[in-house]
């Protein structure tokens, strides 16, 4: 592909526009990546995966150390629910090096998971805060402690969901924010901004390996995706402000709405 002056700004505002969404959702941006440029720049979906990779790389780093500075994320929780997910990657990378598999069937059975995921999501959403809407005149979460928070008691139940985070990942370029934050919403009982900053850590680490393999397996178009980072760098910081203003419910609608287009995609 010819990477014309206006071919570049596209792929610029792409990013900005998709490093918005990616960071305040938590989900890295990746589905977009691959579809924008398997779409619109008909680039062979195996290598728009590992460019996907690549961008997803810049741009959750840029949210990571935002949510790390405002006290959102941590490096010990980082480190601990990312080793799952790079564990699930690793799978994966092992697996798909001696067999072949049809994405098809993996898509659909995951953008069923995602779309009922997506629907709970947004059930729950709404029904707490009509319930908590006359109880308490602020959100609860703001006596939150990430510190001092139990995540222990549920951790083997997470376990396996961050694995297949990390393992869709590597295979689809997706990131794993769509497993990643109801997991920690959902079953960790972290509130939904720290949900999609820590989501956002685990992604920059899981995507730290998957750049690697790709670098040594795959095929990453390094112009077009830093191009593509570049506007999403901007868009994460962008995203990672907007996301601490907007109140809880609205985010978690927000997320959910997210996961049911994502899954909605994945369809068809």
Do not use: W
């Amino acid at each position: 592909m010819e990477l014309t002056l206006t071919i570049l700004i596209i792929l610029l505002i792409v990013g900005l526009i998709v490093g918005i969404i990616g960071t305040i959702s938590g989900i890295g941006g990746g589905v977009f990546y691959v579809t924008v440029l398997t779409l619109i720049f008909f680039m062979p979906i195996n290598e728009a995966i590992d460019t996907s990779n690549y961008i997803i790389l810049i741009t959750s780093g840029v949210g990571f150390f935002t949510y790390l500075k405002q006290g959102r994320t941590n490096i010990k929780l980082s480190l601990i629910f990312s080793g799952f997910s790079i564990l699930g990657s690793l799978i994966c990378t092992i697996i798909f090096l001696f067999v072949r598999i049809e994405n098809a069937v993996l898509k659909f059975i995951f953008a069923s998971v995602l779309l009922i995921t997506g629907i709970y999501m947004g059930y729950k959403a709404i029904t707490t805060y009509k319930e908590n809407k006359n109880v308490i005149g602020k959100e609860s979460e703001n006596n939150f402690s990430l510190k001092d928070h139990d995540y222990k008691k549920n951790i083997k139940k997470s376990i396996p969901l961050f694995m297949a985070a990390g393992f869709i990942s590597n295979l689809l370029g997706i990131g794993g924010g769509i497993i990643n934050i109801p997991t920690l919403n959902i079953v960790l009982g972290y509130p939904i901004h720290n949900s999609t900053a820590i989501s956002t850590s685990i992604i920059f680490f899981t995507a730290i390996f998957n750049t690697i393999v790709k670098a040594i397996y795959g095929k990453i178009h390094y112009v077009i995706g830093t191009v593509i980072g570049i506007g999403s760098v901007l868009g994460a910081y962008i995203g990672a402000k907007v996301s601490k203003k907007m109140p809880k419910t609205t985010l978690q609608v927000f997320v959910a709405v997210v996961i049911i287009g994502l899954s909605i995609r994945m369809f068809f």
